[in-house]
């Protein structure tokens, strides 16, 4: 999930030029891949992206059972699997501070934003707790209470986040509508329209973003909702539920590439 940004694009007052922008542009490779790798999520993305390439390949019973390489796989997957859960220490704070500072415009997103923000916020600060039974310092008796609170938060607060981003593109939309019709208006009276050329180019590039966003939120919340089912029913298939969680590690690295 991600922070709510307000949906009004500021201009610059003075557009950079074709140079500096090029400049800015063409980052150093390895500079950019160290301030990925310095980021907790950069490195979590990644051992996801690993962790269910890894499960893929295990549920489409490529390799033998008796294979050295399969039980080499799976013991693997175990071992990342627990590691992920480290790195979700003290991240419920990062969803207190993203609510306390979201911009609400109507009753409907102070709802949905509690409801986004809440529901992940307890499904981080309760997998601390199923990090520690995984790691032996609490007892197993717990594990399954805490997977299943753990689950239905996560599962809530995905239904709140992607409530959220489907608001968030109507406001996009609205936004690139008053735009084109400002430009129709330039072009009718011979005006320049090269700002609001900019901005809509912005906002298409921030739809598709919403978008991609979205998407990662139905595949998590769908493995989520797996949890809640303890993997049984329809939709929860092993090789469908890794095909999901390696698509939503794939947005979300792409994501934190682009924004670090």
Request: glycine letters at 6%; one cysteine or more.
């Amino acid at each position: 999930m991600e922070t709510k940004a307000p949906s009004n694009l500021a201009s610059s007052q003075y557009p950079k030029s074709p140079i500096t922008e090029s400049v800015s542009n063409d980052r150093d490779f390895l500079n950019h891949l160290e301030a990925y790798l310095a980021k907790r999520d950069g490195v979590d993305k990644l051992l996801k992206i690993s962790r269910y390439a890894t499960k893929i390949i295990l549920a489409s019973s490529l390799l033998p059972e008796t294979l050295t390489l399969n039980r080499r796989l799976k013991s693997f997957e175990s071992s990342v699997g627990v590691s992920r859960k480290a790195f979700r220490l003290g991240k419920f704070v990062q969803d207190l501070n993203a609510l306390r500072n979201s911009c609400f415009d109507s009753k409907e997103d102070v709802i949905l934003s509690i409801i986004a923000y809440g529901g992940e916020g307890l499904y981080m600060f309760v997998e601390q707790f199923v990090w520690l039974v995984k790691s032996g310092l609490i007892d197993a008796k717990h594990s399954r209470n805490l997977q299943k609170i753990s689950a239905w938060a996560e599962f809530v607060g995905y239904v709140g986040s992607i409530s959220l981003k489907i608001r968030d593109l109507k406001r996009i939309n609205e936004d690139e509508s008053r735009l084109q019709s400002t430009i129709e208006i330039s072009i009718s009276r011979g005006l320049k329209y090269d700002e609001e050329a900019k901005k809509i180019q912005k906002l298409k590039e921030k739809r598709l973003m919403k978008r991609l966003s979205i998407v990662q939120d139905l595949a998590d919340g769908l493995m989520a909702l797996a949890d809640i089912r303890d993997g049984k029913g329809r939709l929860s298939g092993p090789l469908l539920m890794s095909s999901a969680g390696l698509l939503s590690a794939l947005i979300s690295a792409h994501k934190n590439w682009l924004s670090c």
